[in-house]
């Protein structure tokens, strides 16, 4: 077996598609001659924009003396379901319960994925009147429908949850299917919203062609649950078609409320947890990409830097104000899923050459925040506060999905705007005084929190900056118990909890893992 060994190395952006300069920098790091260093691949790329001139970070493996054999994405094997393979439900198409079904399969069950909106490419015709008209198909928009939430609303696949399973193997699974490759190699991978819904498709090709099935337009309302031994047996939808399976993986996303409503009605405990909300930040992108890159003047990014991010976080008063999903060359979307209510996201295409850098600046609310909205919405508090400053949010805007805003400058002073830059919501925006609509606890550490971060980015504050009113569902504020070791809801047997909707996951990545998790655990109950 050829000599290997991993090295990082910096290199000059007018280096970085030069291998030889790689091969060069690589044998001074590991102390050999240039013409020992047979091979190299990369591994990782970031850029370190820490100081001036920026320049990129790669993690390289080297063969030394002998050519070391590139790794090959190679399609997942995931063996057609037998004849008397157990069915398992699974409750929404999301990454959570795509990937459930996808180890379902290589676990020897059946897989049946019951979604509440439509396919991806029907979904995609479902957003031009929620763009245009502001009118919202509430089963079809950007939170419901085959791929969940991420699939028009980004598809960044960054993930901190590196000890939760193998994030690796999330990764080559979505190349398989037509992921761009560089998500492998990428610090921060992601997919982009005009690529995501054709590799969300050939993942439900692949579950289909294994004996799976996906079933469209069955929003599940009525639960099975045999009350002797409380043990769930299956679904109804509503259309009244029954389903029956020897487990049910419950993976429904935050923003399926009704979901919680209905375990409610059949006595499953839920529970409160810390969750967070507050605006969309927008700025025009070459300012971010002059802060971030110690550019000056009207210099422009030089071609091989991607639209720079950022990442901002500060405590006030012991409560976390902090950056959320930024979106480099981005958009704002309409997020709502209901009529009268407006919430706005983030999302960018893979090139990310919108002429804006958006993110969410969210402030962090514990189950002791929610004390005035448990008289009406007992454990579901928290949706009551987000729905609370949804409608507000939908009444200021004036109509449809048009947005409240203020300008960054005038929320921080505490008063009108009286005009508005450009932005990239497409529905339009409103001056409102953002400062009040939202409860008092969260202006004032928004204001406290956005007042240090203009202090330790400097520029951040600007005349350009837009807050977009408001990002309501960062996180779900509900949790679904379940056991730590089983993965089962700990009074429902067969109820497997899963995914963002369950409060156990916190993006895409995440939630496939979370899905692979509970697939696991449904194989392990039916030994």
């Known amino acids: 077996m050829a000599n290997s060994q991993e090295v990082d190395i910096t290199l000059a952006l007018e280096k970085l598609e030069d291998q030889d300069a790689w091969r060069r920098a690589a044998a001074r790091k590991i102390g050999i001659k240039p013409e020992r260093v047979a091979s190299v ?90 763009l245009r008209q502001g009118r919202v198909i509430e089963d079809s ?143 025009p992108q070459p300012l971010i990409d002059g802060i971030q890159y110690h550019l000056h003047g009207d210099k422009r990014r030089p071609d ?75 454990v579901l508090a928290g949706i009551g506060l987000q729905l609370e400053v949804e409608r507000a949010a939908k009444r200021a805007g004036g109509g449809g999905q048009v947005a409240p805003a203020q300008r960054m400058v005038d929320f921080l002073a505490r008063r009108d705007s009286q005009d508005l830059p450009g932005t990239s919501y497409f529905p339009g925006v409103q001056a409102a005084r953002l400062d009040q609509i939202l409860p008092k606890f969260i202006a004032d550490s928004l204001q406290k929190g956005l007042g240090r971060f203009s202090k330790s980015m400097r520029g951040y504050l600007s005349d350009e900056a837009l807050l977009v009113g408001f990002e309501t569902r960062s996180s779900s504020p509900v949790r679904i118990p379940r056991d730590k070791e089983s993965l089962q809801h700990p009074e429902v047997r067969g109820l497997f909890p899963c995914g963002e909707g369950a409060g156990y996951a916190g993006g895409i990545v995440s939630a496939a893992l979370d899905g692979r998790r509970s697939a696991e655990a449904v194989s392990e109950m039916l030994g």
């Open 141 to 283: 928009n950007y939170c419901f429908g085959e791929g969940g939430a991420g699939t028009f609303s980004d598809g960044k696949l960054y993930t901190r949850a590196t000890k939760r399973g193998p994030v690796r193997e999330i990764y080559e699974t979505l190349v398989a299917h037509g992921a761009p490759p560089d998500i492998l190699t990428e610090a921060h991978p992601h997919i982009g919203s005009n690529l995501l819904p054709n590799v969300v498709k050939s993942l439900r090709e692949t579950i289909l062609a294994a004996g799976g099935e996906v079933h469209f337009g069955s929003k599940v309302t009525e639960l099975l649950i045999e009350q002797s031994s409380m043990r769930l047996e299956g679904v109804i939808t509503s259309d009244g078609d029954e389903f029956r399976g020897k487990g049910v993986i419950l993976a429904t996303g935050h923003s399926a409320r009704d979901v919680y409503g209905t375990l409610l009605q059949h006595g499953v405990t839920l529970e409160q947890k810390p969750f967070a909300m507050g605006v969309r930040i927008e700025h």
């Open 41 to 130: 691949e990369l591994l990782k790329k970031s850029v370190d924009a820490r100081k001036f001139p920026v320049r990129f970070k790669l993690r390289l493996l080297v063969g030394i003396d002998e050519e070391v054999p590139a790794d090959e994405v190679t399609m997942p094997f995931f063996p057609p379901a037998s004849q008397g393979a157990s069915r398992i439900l699974i409750i929404g198409c999301g990454p959570a319960g795509m990937f459930a079904a996808l180890r379902c399969l290589q676990l020897g069950l059946r897989p049946i994925i019951l979604e509440r909106g439509k396919d991806a490419s029907a979904r995609r015709f479902d957003l031009a009147p929620l």
């Open 304 to 378: 091989p830097l991607p639209a720079a991010r950022y990442r901002l976080a500060t405590t006030i008063k012991g409560r976390s104000v902090h950056s959320f999903c930024m979106c480099p060359g981005g958009f704002i979307v309409p997020c709502a899923t209901d009529n009268d209510e407006v919430v706005v996201n983030g999302m960018s295409l893979s090139r990310r050459d919108s002429p804006y850098a958006n993110s969410g600046i969210v402030v962090g609310i514990d189950p002791g925040d929610t004390g005035p909205w448990e008289k009406e919405y007992g």
